[in-house]
């Protein structure tokens, strides 16, 4: 891509496992990343979000660390660049804000690099960082994702025929994914492998075909991590209980949580969002949509009047 000195960097958050698809399925959601990249002699990184205001302003910033290390990959010393964060994406509540921003530390590489990557080359290096393509994989194609990572090479599909709402109810505490996981069963037996990924898999299956009783049913029947990480999260089960009352066909950990998303038919979220809300003011709920997109880089002219 030619672009010219002022681009828009725009990466969606997402939400990864939906139960049961632990460390493989993800999906892009309309919370958003956006980086504002001018090439520049030094490297500048600001932010007007109060949230972002503790990140470094210059090349250790982690977006940036990201862009240069993809760059140096391909023998390439990165121009430096004046960049400006904004993100609505809340950090560490399980919605892929350090995947959105591994995948704006690629783009931004490939941009101001010129590199010419593909979508598939992208993957994998946001992988490689990652561990697994369940996030990186939502936020750099859109849609519900679906993949594998194995001897270091990244299979996934991306599905975008597929609609339904969510309400992210979101604690204040934070919960980083190394605690989250420290709670994981290191092994499991033959036959929790097996009913396991039954389950992971019927969910699928589920969601193509529209079927969300069943696969609310299987978000709930996680063998993974979700009674593992449950005990964590305040008042899962209350907020579990409430969300289906109000018409919710699933509830599931947001990735490692501390958020839970309760899913509901299209054009069912908004009065699930305010009935969430009345009934939890203490913490914050969100009514998301798919994001079917996934990044973008684009010219700043075009978003200049």
Known sequence: MNLNDRFLIKVPASTANLGPGFDSMGLAVNLYLSLEVEKSVKWEVSSASAELMDFPTDDTHFICQIAIQTAAKYGIDLQPCKITVDSNIPLARGLGSSAAAIIAGIELADAVGRI??????????????????DNVGAS????????AYQQNEVDML????ISFEMVAVIPNEILLTKDSRGVLPSEFTRETAIQASSTANLLVAALL???????GKMMEQDLFH???RKP????YQEIEKVAKSLGAFGVALSGAGPTVLCFTEKGKGKKLEQGLISQFSEMTAKLLTIDYIGSSVKEMERFVK
């Open 232 to 235: 964590l999260i305040h008042g």
């Open 226 to 228: 979700q009674p593992y």
């Open 209 to 215: 075909t529209e079927n969300w009783e069943l696969a």
């Open 116 to 133: 010419g990557l593909t979508q598939q080359e992208k993957l994998l290096i946001a992988t490689e960082i990652e561990g697994h393509p």
């Open 140 to 147: 750099l194609f859109g849609g519900l994702v679906i993949g």
């Open 158 to 161: 991306s599905i975008s025929n």
